[in-house]
């Protein structure tokens, strides 16, 4: 007996505007691009591919191209699919998500081998 088995799809189980939106989320927070890329283009997909194309203002092709493996979609156009998506870009530090920034390390003021003195040195007029 041959097992068949259809291909994994997420959007099956994301039924809901919140779900999209703690997906979206949820790949962001990633750090990874391309993991942001692809969530969106999921997103993109359950939701309409043609119709968010022609509100974004460019071809079908053109978006599935953009949001593909090999895409590299331009920072204006993530901005706009993610708003006719019903989304937006925010900003917050990274230790708001649960990782701790780096302590900045303050390097002392440079100074002259001339007006470095010691303390038992007498000081000259």
Known sequence: MVEKYRRFDPAEFLESD???AIFLQ????SGDPKVLRAAIALVAKARGMTEIAERVGISRQGLFKALSDLGNPS?????KILDVLGYQIKV???AATGTKKPAATKKPARTSKKSVRHKSEPISA
């Open 92 to 94: 917050v530090p990274k």
């Open 75 to 79: 920072f204006d156009n993530v901005g």
């Open 26 to 29: 949820d790949s962001a927070e």
């Open 18 to 20: 919140e779900d999209f």
